[in-house]
């Protein structure tokens, strides 16, 4: 299979059950961690994603890594955001699956949702972990009502003490508005995966494949 041509440092596991049609799976940690943050979980994936795991391309000045600058005023540092998220998009455009989904965690499922929301032809589905809808990247143009054929998935934790759970219910608000399918759910947990919201994950990621 031909890996995609960028800068961008990732990890490939080719689909333990593969099939002619094998679909793609890109991981997106948060910031602070790389590529190798959340390839503990492929082990619960379906066995036929070929899945990616994708290092953020900016150094984090306490460790690990980033996908964009975020100022103290909340907002985005522009010029980093859109090159992560042109890169991002370039790797999807490169991938010769029949379909793919992103899985995001936090700053990862900002920026899954950002490709999403604004190239939804490129995804057949979409989770977002822990984040929230980059509504502060207001130069965006998302597509709203282009969602029909692309699934969302967003989970979060009640006690989350980093993006608390507003940041979820107004993703939920903002999607009803939308003709996307969307599951939906809150669980009792921090800002974290817990064993219950990654069987959900999995489940609705196998469901995904199943019905395409």
């Given at each position: 299979m031909k890996q995609p041509t960028t800068e961008l440092v990732y990890k490939f596991f080719p689909a333990r059950e593969p099939g002619a049609q094998a679909p793609a799976l890109i991981l997106l940690h948060g910031r602070g961690t790389d590529e190798n943050d959340l390839t503990g979980l492929i082990a619960h994936f379906d066995k036929r994603f070929d899945i990616y795991s994708i290092r953020?391309?900016?150094?984090?000045?306490?460790?690990?890594?980033?996908?964009?600058?975020?100022?103290?005023d909340g907002s985005y540092g522009r010029a980093e955001f859109d090159k992560s998220l042109g890169l991002l998009l370039d790797f999807v455009k490169q991938l010769d699956n029949a379909d793919t989904y992103v899985l995001g965690f936090s700053m990862g499922s900002m920026m899954?949702?950002?490709?999403?929301?604004?190239?939804?032809?490129?995804?057949?589905?979409?989770?977002?972990?822990?984040?929230?809808?980059?509504?502060?990247?207001?130069?965006?143009?998302?597509q709203w009502d282009g969602l029909s054929d692309c699934r969302f998935?967003?989970?979060?934790?009640?006690?989350?003490?980093?993006?608390?759970?507003?940041?979820?219910?107004?993703?939920?608000?903002?999607f009803a508005k939308s003709n996307a399918p969307v599951f939906y759910k809150e669980y009792p947990m921090g800002h974290e995966i817990s064993p219950e919201c990654l069987d959900d994950v999995a489940q609705w990621l196998t469901d995904c494949i199943e019905h395409r």
């Amino acid at each position: 299979m031909k890996q995609p041509t960028t800068e961008l440092v990732y990890k490939f596991f080719p689909a333990r059950e593969p099939g002619a049609q094998a679909p793609a799976l890109i991981l997106l940690h948060g910031r602070g961690t790389d590529e190798n943050d959340l390839t503990g979980l492929i082990a619960h994936f379906d066995k036929r994603f070929d899945i990616y795991s994708i290092r953020a391309p900016y150094e984090f000045e306490y460790g690990g890594w980033t996908w964009f600058l975020l100022n103290e005023d909340g907002s985005y540092g522009r010029a980093e955001f859109d090159k992560s998220l042109g890169l991002l998009l370039d790797f999807v455009k490169q991938l010769d699956n029949a379909d793919t989904y992103v899985l995001g965690f936090s700053m990862g499922s900002m920026m899954a949702l950002a490709a999403g929301l604004t190239h939804p032809e490129l995804f057949k589905g979409l989770v977002a972990q822990s984040g929230l809808v980059p509504e502060q990247a207001d130069h965006l143009t998302m597509q709203w009502d282009g969602l029909s054929d692309c699934r969302f998935c967003i989970t979060h934790g009640v006690y989350d003490p980093v993006l608390t759970i507003d940041h979820a219910r107004r993703a939920k608000e903002l999607f009803a508005k939308s003709n996307a399918p969307v599951f939906y759910k809150e669980y009792p947990m921090g800002h974290e995966i817990s064993p219950e919201c990654l069987d959900d994950v999995a489940q609705w990621l196998t469901d995904c494949i199943e019905h395409r």
